[in-house]
């Protein structure tokens, strides 16, 4: 059966990555034995407070840095490198400030091989995934900041990677834009059934967003602990059984502040 | 308190002829140069008439009328636009090249970095003794100093612009793996192109100086610094002072010039 295949073919393990720093006199441990499994079609949400190492986390597996130790496997390969099948979006949009919102996301298609009138249809329904159709001319800095991370959305997500690394992409915005953009991204992620892991630091969103929910410890970057959550989508943020798995969470996030306090 | 609103002034005039205050600073703009004109037309009449330091603003209008009849201005004028765009492509092109070279290779800017650093502190003008034992006092020197004055701000801005690309940016570029050149091509270019641009724009600017510089100290052809030369040689203000005006009304063309080509093409999108 061909799902079989693919979902073996595209779950990601971590084991026991770390990574360093260097420093003057001493290495900095930023990331300690991290172990994780992501299941294709699973959608992880990695939270922790800011210096927790998620965000380096995420970079280790997009392969924009190569500098830690121990394997990261996608698909059963080891990751060396990035691949066009494992698409990023950052938390700053990064669109390129001189092409408009069409070549913003053809940039992804660029080494894709696909044919110029491939590529065309493929920008266009990503434009209308993203329901930024009628825009198509605009600049970046014609664009609000939810418009132009929806564009950064498109194209991390043109090339249909069968993994999406998603750096904090609604931190800069508007509670009101933020939480349309997460409706919208769990549509997509439904829709394209492909496999998310979600950086953030709003526990919020990730209960909101994720079948799992990773909490990180900081100094130096470690799993606190996994929590599942088993709800039905779409989830209401005023359900009894929400608000208490984001209490749990929010809880364990504060346990190395009481523990610094009493020491 | 004073401050912001001067600044507010100053920005309305900015966005010129748009709305009732920017048309009223253009015309703030012209108080000081008709207000100069009128005194010194006043005091050439009044305080030191037929003093031969002093001319007056017909006497000049004179000369400018003969000057533009026989010729003489069009010949001056065309000799040295001709040898500004020289020195200006060449130095502007092999600035191009140079700091194009010194913003992608580290290996290149390790190596040649240094020496031009050194090179820029030195100014333009301790050259001339050089050149002029080197290439004589005619127009090869005059082109050697122009493109050397081109030559200086382009490799700086244009390596320093490259140098300057975000890393974030580059971070696209390799999650697509862009090659290397394609990242060249597609990412680090057109991030570098205002500052490129800026480059030749001062380029273009500093050229033309050069060519006043270059034919004053080099004086030997016909230009429109031989003519000050002239001027001031046979004692003739209205000579000299239709030179400088016409020098001033040639590098506002030549600046108003690269910044329509700068509007066109080479607009910073996210400025």
Redesign the interface.
């Not at chain 2, 390799?174 to 862009?178: D, E, G, L, N």
């Given at each position: 059966m061909a799902t079989v295949s693919v979902s073996r073919t595209s779950e990601l393990n971590l084991h026991h990555v770390s990574k360093r720093f260097a420093g003057d006199d001493h290495t900095l441990p930023v990331l300690d034995r991290i172990d994780l499994s992501v299941k294709s079609g699973e959608f992880v949400a990695i939270v922790g407070a800011s210096g927790c190492g998620k965000s380096t986390l995420l970079r280790l597996i997009?392969g924009?840095d190569d500098q830690f130790d121990s394997d990261i496997e996608f698909g059963g390969e080891r990751i060396r490198?990035?691949?066009?099948a494992r698409?990023?979006v950052?938390q700053?949009h990064?669109l390129?400030?001189?092409?408009n919102v069409e070549q913003n996301i053809a940039?992804?298609l660029?080494?894709s091989g696909r044919s110029k009138e491939e590529k065309r249809r493929a920008v266009a329904e990503h434009i209308a995934l993203v329901g930024l159709k009628g825009y198509e001319g605009h600049?970046?800095?014609q664009l609000s900041g939810g418009m132009a991370q929806r564009v950064a959305i498109a194209r991390g997500l043109v090339?249909r990677p069968k993994l999406l690394l998603l750096d904090e992409p609604f931190g800069a915005l508007d509670a009101l834009t933020r939480s349309r953009l997460q409706n919208e991204l769990r549509r997509i992620w439904e829709r394209e059934q492909i496999t998310m892991i979600l950086v953030t630091h709003d526990v919020d969103e990730a209960v909101f967003l994720a079948d799992r929910v990773v909490v990180m410890q900081a100094r130096p970057g470690r799993i606190g602990k996994v929590v599942k959550v088993g709800l039905q989508r779409p989830r209401s943020r005023s359900d009894a059984a929400f608000v208490r798995l984001r209490d749990e969470i929010l809880a364990d996030f504060s346990v190395p502040h009481d523990a610094a306090a009493v020491a | 308190m004073a401050t912001p609103s001067l600044e507010l002034e100053t920005g309305s005039g900015a966005i010129a002829g748009s709305g009732e205050q920017g048309k009223a600073g253009r015309w703030r703009g012209w108080v000081i140069p008709l207000g100069a004109l009128l005194f010194w037309w006043f005091v050439s009449r009044h305080v030191v008439a037929g003093h031969g330091m002093m001319t007056s603003p017909a006497q000049v209008l004179h000369t400018a009328i003969d000057q533009a009849r026989s010729g003489a201005l069009r010949r001056a004028l065309s000799a040295s636009l001709a040898r500004e765009l020289t020195g200006f492509t060449l130095g502007a092109s092999l600035g191009l090249v140079l700091g194009a070279l010194l913003g992608v290779s580290p290996f290149a800017n390790r190596l040649i970095g240094p020496s031009f650093n050194a090179f820029k502190q030195v100014s333009l003008f301790a050259w001339i003794p050089l050149i002029s034992v080197w290439f004589g006092l005619g127009d090869v020197a005059k082109v050697v100093f122009l493109s050397l004055a081109a030559l200086v701000p382009v490799v700086a801005l244009t390596s320093d612009g490259i140098r300057a690309v975000s890393p974030?940016?580059l971070?696209?570029a390799?999650?697509?793996?862009?090659s290397k050149l394609?990242t060249v091509r597609?990412?680090v270019l057109?991030?570098a192109?205002p500052s490129i641009f800026t480059g030749i724009y001062l380029a273009l600017i500093y050229s033309w100086l050069a060519t006043l510089g270059a034919e004053y100290l080099l004086v030997a052809g016909s230009g429109i610094g031989n003519t000050l030369v002239d001027g001031s040689e046979q004692f003739r203000m209205d000579l000299v002072v239709f030179g400088v005006i016409v020098i001033g009304v040639t590098g506002w063309a030549l600046n108003a010039l690269a910044h329509a080509i700068q509007q066109r093409w080479f607009r910073?999108?996210?400025a």
């Open positions: 997009a924009l490198t990035t691949d066009l698409g990023i950052f700053d990064r390129f400030p001189w092409l940039v992804a660029k080494n600049h970046p800095h090339n | 974030a940016l971070d696209v390799r999650v697509f793996r862009y394609q597609y990412v057109p991030a192109l910073d999108p996210a």
